[in-house]
């Protein structure tokens, strides 16, 4: 997705936060998602934001958005080994109303 | 609970040959969608069907073409399978309403001989 952009790789260790960042181009687009993909599964949405929102808060996770600089970030807190996965940060353009862009993912892995 | 299931989870087919992936969601959802997933590419779009017999080009479409005779099934077909359509295939569905979330399956890994 060259719309969205991330890194590929992040490594934390055990009981650490993880910060997994993410820059898009398109100011107007409605809403914002992370998407989290564990080993040999398909997508699953983790979270979403609302483009008229500066954070979002559930649990472990936080979103943080910050329209001006068109960037995104997901904090997950006390990082659990269950946390490895392949997290996707992705759009949804004004645009389009089916259509959402991907980011290539960033790779979380967890040290003991 | 929302189910998007694919026909296969490993396919192995020889270059030529025709090749069908086959997508079955249980929502109603309007909206249907191929993606392929390589490393460090994340997902590309690669077509999608916001209704039955309805289909619009995604980024890379090329190579393939897209079946949508009924609401809750989406087929890919690669007509003439090449080495470098080696890759792991994603069908997702979605209602397009509120926040739009796309629910995925858990892929099809093609590997083109």
Partial sequence: ?112 | DVKVTQSSRYLVKRTGEKVFLECVQDMDHENMFWYRQDPGLGLRLIYFSYDVKMKEKGDIPEGYSVSREKKERFSLILESASTNQTSMYLCASSSGYSYNEQFFGPGTRLTVL
């Fill in chain 1, 1 to 112: 997705g060259e719309d969205v952009e991330q890194s590929l790789f992040l490594s934390v260790r055990e009981g650490d936060s993880s910060v997994i960042n993410c820059t898009y181009t398109d100011s107007s687009s409605t809403y914002l998602y992370w998407y989290k993909q564990e080993p040999g599964a398909g997508l699953q949405l983790l979270t979403y934001i609302f483009s008229n929102m500066d954070m979002k808060q559930d649990q472990r996770l936080t979103v943080l958005l910050n329209k001006k600089d068109k960037h995104l970030s997901l904090r997950i807190a006390d990082t659990q080994t269950g946390d490895s996965a392949i997290y996707f940060c992705a759009e949804r353009k004004s645009s389009s109303a089916s259509k959402i862009i991907f980011g290539s993912g960033t790779r979380l892995s967890i040290r003991p």
